[in-house]
C-alpha cells in the first residue's frame, strides 16, 4: 500500500488483430475489437486512462493507480471482452504477455 500512494501502479494492455483500435474521452474507453458494435467501458476515477495508437505498433492502454486490486480487476475486466486465442494471437494481452500459439489444422494428405 505504500508503493502505491507514493509512486502508485500501472498496467499496460495491447491489442493485437487487424482492424482493433481504441481511444477514450475522459475515463470514457472505447474499444473497436471486431465485433459489429463499438463497446464501451467507463473507468472508475480512481484509475488515470491513456490510451496510444500508432503507425506500425499496435493500438496499446496504460493504466495508473494507486490501487492495485482495483486496477486489477479494471484490465481483467478490459480483457475478458476479447481474450488473446492461441490459433492467431489475436484479442487484448498485457504488454510482455508470451501467448502459447498452437499449430492449427493440418491438410490430409492420402
Same mark, same amino acid.
Given at each position: 500500500?505504500?508503493?502505491?500512494?507514493?509512486?502508485?501502479?500501472?498496467?499496460?494492455?495491447?491489442?493485437?488483430?487487424?482492424?482493433?483500435?481504441?481511444?477514450?474521452?475522459?475515463?470514457?474507453?472505447?474499444?473497436?475489437?471486431?465485433?459489429?458494435?463499438?463497446?464501451?467501458?467507463?473507468?472508475?476515477?480512481?484509475?488515470?486512462?491513456?490510451?496510444?495508437?500508432?503507425?506500425?505498433?499496435?493500438?496499446?492502454?496504460?493504466?495508473?493507480?494507486?490501487?492495485?486490486?482495483?486496477? /486489477?480487476?479494471?484490465? !481483467?475486466?478490459?480483457?475478458?471482452? *476479447? @481474450?488473446?486465442?492461441?490459433?492467431? $494471437? +489475436? /484479442?487484448?494481452?498485457? !504488454?510482455?504477455?508470451?501467448?502459447? *500459439? @498452437?499449430?492449427?489444422?493440418?491438410? $490430409? +494428405?492420402?
Amino acid at each position: 500500500m505504500v508503493t502505491g500512494v507514493s509512486s502508485g501502479f500501472s498496467k499496460k494492455m495491447e491489442l493485437v488483430g487487424v482492424g482493433y483500435r481504441v481511444s477514450n474521452t475522459g475515463n470514457l474507453l472505447e474499444l473497436l475489437i471486431g465485433y459489429s458494435h463499438p463497446i464501451y467501458f467507463l473507468i472508475p476515477s480512481e484509475v488515470s486512462l491513456t490510451t496510444k495508437m500508432e503507425k506500425g505498433e499496435s493500438p496499446s492502454i496504460l493504466m495508473e493507480s494507486s490501487d492495485k486490486q482495483l486496477l /486489477g480487476q479494471v484490465c !481483467a475486466k478490459i480483457r475478458s471482452y *476479447r @481474450k488473446p486465442e492461441p490459433y492467431k $494471437g +489475436k /484479442g487484448i494481452k498485457f !504488454a510482455g504477455e508470451v501467448i502459447r *500459439r @498452437k499449430a492449427g489444422k493440418t491438410s $490430409g +494428405k492420402k
